[in-house]
């Protein structure tokens, strides 16, 4: 038997905008109606960046997200150093609701709130939500229909217990041994395995919502870091079952092209390059008038060029030095070669391409000045997923969302003077 399973009205609207590219006009942002997954109620508890980030994929797309969090705010806004830009990144399009989960008024209104959400998004240590009574075999009883996702370390099994971090991740998994130089493991320079882990996580909520449609019931869905990792690195594991050797650390790999390497230019710059086919080959040593190369038939074939890398790389590096990186850039650009100038994440606030295609959002900060963040790197019928709620101040839609829950004025009023629910009076 098939079952349909309704799913609730979306509040919030789109904005629309166009920006001129290179190619004309660029549509940027989508209407309501073009958001997949507009109508969808998520009831996001959770913080730092794995169980905010999934949250943020499904309110990109269209989701009506409730960021719930205690009365003094998420603690991941107050964070400094590198943990200074998790909240303003993966908090945007959703709506932040301040309550006190401890006090029996708090869970109550907790539990009215999921009671009609479509998703429940939490990243707690294992068994912290059961203990505090939104277990998943609790919250789908008021409601059946519920997919609940559970952010973790580790899947079922032996680990499944431990705490974990992206760091702890990444070392366990064999990332940061791929990472940093033998001897010296070093962690991907992002929250690369909290972010993909959040990615796996939406895949399976989109999965148990399409399974839904079928069976009118949700369902318990999980990722975990550990085993997010561990799929990364599993190119690495395949080159061990087929060579049946050991894949070395990245900055001393055996490379599989004979260029395919950061050079310096006479700037001080520098730029990535690759030749990764014969007939990228055959273009840049036309480009770059190597003669003596094209004329060696030796290394017409890639295996030929990677053996005698000794002798192409020095000729090539100190080629690349006559030049300036914009120059060495144009260049290669015009023979059509994969290149990249070494940037740093600063350096893309002004990427042309960027802001040119609506990648880049302008985002403001609960605590700083107006900026612009990255979008969500997906565009459907050419066109891209837009900011259409800023970050939200802490509480910043307490009595909005109370309202809708059929609470009336005085009652908000009270729960907010006993300290069961917070909403920032000056507006």
Known sequence: MVYKYSISDRAASALSDTVDCNAGTFEQDMTDQELPLAGIKVVELSHMVMGPSAGLLLADMGAEVIKVEPPAGDNTRRLRGS??????????????VCIDLKSGQGQAIARRMISKADVFIENFRPGAMEQAGYGYDILSQDNPGLVYYSARGFLSGPYEQRTALDEVAQMMGGLAYMTGPPGQPLRAGASVIDVVGGMFGVIGILSALEMRHRTGRGQLVNSALFESTAFLVGQHMAQFAVTGEPAPPMPVRISAWAIYDIFNCKDGKQVFAAVVSDTQWKKFCEYF????????????????RVSRRDIIIPRV??????????ELVQRLDQCGLPYAPISRPEDL????????SGGLLDVTPPEGEPTKLPALPVQMDGKRFTL?????????????????????DTEIDALISAGVVAWPASR
């Open 349 to 356: 606030f002004g990427d042309p391409h960027l802001l040119a």
């Open 83 to 96: 943990g200074a830009g998790y909240f303003s990144m993966y908090n945007r399009n959703k709506r932040s």
């Open 289 to 304: 008038s190597l003669d003596e190369f094209a004329a060696d038939e030796t290394l017409a074939g890639n295996a030929g």
């Open 317 to 326: 590096r100190s080629l690349f030095m006559g030049f300036s990186a914009d």
């Open 388 to 408: 259409r709620r800023d970050v939200p101040r802490q509480g910043e839609h307490t009595r909005e969302v109370l309202q809708e829950l059929d609470f009336t």
